[in-house]
């Protein structure tokens, strides 16, 4: 799709997010990072997304909530976590971010030349949530053989319920058939070996999917972690299907057609899944009740009113 000359409104280019990266980040040799991530299973750079692109990132996913009934892409709530999945239909910075060319720098030296975008998110954790430790290494039928890497970016500054890696984990794990992992037996067993992650917003982590981790638990009400997540994989028979709003793509080439999924099959369920069950209470405030039932009473009026009253109505409700 070739790039068009066009008039870009003010609140595109602010949407866009500006210089993605900061120029560390983008000076940094893909090298190191493949190094880093060979030898521990991740690698960590603070202040590696700028001010300006969390910023857009922020006020997308506040443009699209949550919401009950409204026909475009929107947030849900899974318990003690928000989830904003179709970052690729809601924001146009996310979308530049996860098709950046450094990422495919990136993923080359680790997956080789065939490789998809699995997965992604933005999403918000709250006090009181429990992540158990396990690795990304699996389909959405359990444990499996697939290398991949998962991005993380945060959001917001963490100085708490930040995320842990079992330093060198991705070396071993793939020699148990299994995922999950109690947190005794990590405590007792490889405790000298978490890293803990406790960074500024800005932070980007990129680990192997091997790698035994998690979100360390926060006991209090009022914590909210706000991140991204992306998984990238080797596996190109699946993936979660994805909703992308083609506005955000400038051009595309075969490589990023590939990474995005066209023309192959994307069968897995999308996480997390969710009903009006996991809604926790409070979601659904007062206010949107209150909204909906007024307007449902009025519009209920209004339908057994004579004709010439709605024209009257109709008539002054478009003066106003
Ligand atoms: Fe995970």
């Not at 506040?62 to 009950?68: E, L, P, Q, R, V």
């Not at 890497?149 to 100085?159: K, P, Q």
């Not at 595309?252 to 995005?260: G, H, P, S």
């Not at 209150?290 to 009253?309: C, E, G, K, V």
Request: with cysteine; glycine share 6%; aromatic share 12%.
């Amino acid at each position: 799709m070739p790039m068009t000359s066009m008039k870009v409104a003010p609140q595109e280019l602010k949407a866009d997010g500006g210089e993605l990266f900061s120029a560390e980040f983008l000076a940094l040799a893909a090298n190191t990072i493949h190094q880093a991530i060979k030898t521990d299973g991740f690698f960590i750079l603070e202040n590696a997304l700028s001010v300006p692109a969390i910023e857009a990132i922020l006020e997308d996913v506040d443009n699209h909530g949550f919401a009950i009934n409204r026909n475009w892409a929107h947030g849900v709530y899974a318990e003690h976590q928000y989830y904003l999945t179709h970052m690729l239909a809601c924001s146009r910075a996310f979308t530049r971010l996860a098709t950046h060319p450094k990422l495919f720098e990136i993923c080359d030296g680790i997956l080789g030349h065939d490789y998809r975008l699995k997965a992604m998110r933005y999403y918000e954790t709250y006090g009181k949530h429990h992540m158990q430790w396990h690795t990304d290494n699996k389909t959405d039928r359990g444990f499996a053989h697939i290398p991949g890497l998962i991005f993380i970016v945060y959001l917001a500054d963490v100085d708490d319920g930040e995320f842990q890696y079992v330093r060198a984990s991705h070396n071993w794990s793939g020699e148990r058939a299994y995922s999950d992992y109690g947190d005794e037996e990590i405590e007792k067993n490889h405790g000298k070996d978490i890293v803990s992650f406790k960074a500024p917003r800005g932070t980007v982590i990129i680990y192997d999917t091997y790698g035994i981790h998690r979100a360390r638990p926060v006991a209090s009400r009022t914590f909210v972690r706000k991140s991204l997540f992306f998984q990238v994989d080797s596996k190109m028979d699946s993936a979660e299907p994805i909703l992308l709003n083609p506005a955000y793509i400038d051009s595309i080439d075969a490589k990023t057609a590939q990474y995005l999924g066209f023309g192959l099959p994307a069968e897995y369920k999308v996480f997390p899944n969710t009903t009006i069950k996991n809604l926790q209470w409070g979601r659904v405030g007062l206010r949107m009740v209150s909204q909906w039932l007024a307007y449902r009473m009025a519009r209920s009026l209004f339908d057994i009113m004579p004709h010439n009253i709605k024209k009257i109505i109709k008539a002054r409700a478009r003066r106003t």
